[in-house]
């Protein structure tokens, strides 16, 4: 085993430990500080494969974006500190299953069509073709859904605002002569 493969094996099991351990924190603060751990080891997958470019978008959108997102929405809560109810029995079971289910089969998906080694070159892209393609308005552009998403966001961080306003803007009741 060469040394990519052992950093490729270190990085996926700090992607999966984090993921766990994202879904199975009974607090809801931690579970959103393993999810920021996860995509910080899936931007680093991205600089494995040397693909710079898509590993700083992973961290500019989804660890500083999104993840910080959800961390103010937890904030903006009053119930940000407390535990998560304990998941019931019936429920760990389907979980078990599902991913049995899921390991089952990518297991079978691997055995039935493998990953040959290529010698295929690496693929060059220049970021100024990237950013040429996310402001065309042709048919292959991203300007529309590049859009759409700051307008999601935005949306989603006025959304956690008013929420925070409604339950800590006391109301004053009006008084009668």
Do not use: H
């Amino acid at each position: 085993m060469n040394a990519s493969a052992i950093a490729f094996y270190a990085i996926s099991a700090f992607i999966l430990g984090a993921g766990i351990l994202a879904v199975t924190t009974r607090k809801i603060f931690r579970s959103a500080i393993w999810l920021l751990f996860s995509l910080i080891g899936i931007a680093a997958l991205y600089f494995w494969m040397q693909v710079e470019f898509i590993a700083a978008l992973q961290i500019i959108v989804y660890v500083g974006g999104i993840v910080v997102l959800i961390i103010f929405s937890i904030f903006l809560t009053q119930s940000s500190g407390e535990k998560m109810k304990a998941p019931t029995a019936k429920r760990n079971i389907f979980a078990i299953l599902a991913a049995l289910f899921g390991f089952a089969f990518s297991a079978n998906l691997i055995r039935e069509y493998g990953f040959p080694a290529t010698a295929a070159q690496p693929f060059e892209v220049k970021v100024s073709d990237i950013g040429e393609r996310m402001l065309s308005l042709s048919d292959y552009g991203y300007v529309l859904p590049f859009e759409l998403v700051s307008v999601l966001l935005l949306a989603a961080m006025i959304g956690c605002i008013v929420i925070a306003m409604k339950q800590t803007v006391p109301v004053k009741k009006e008084e009668t002569i």
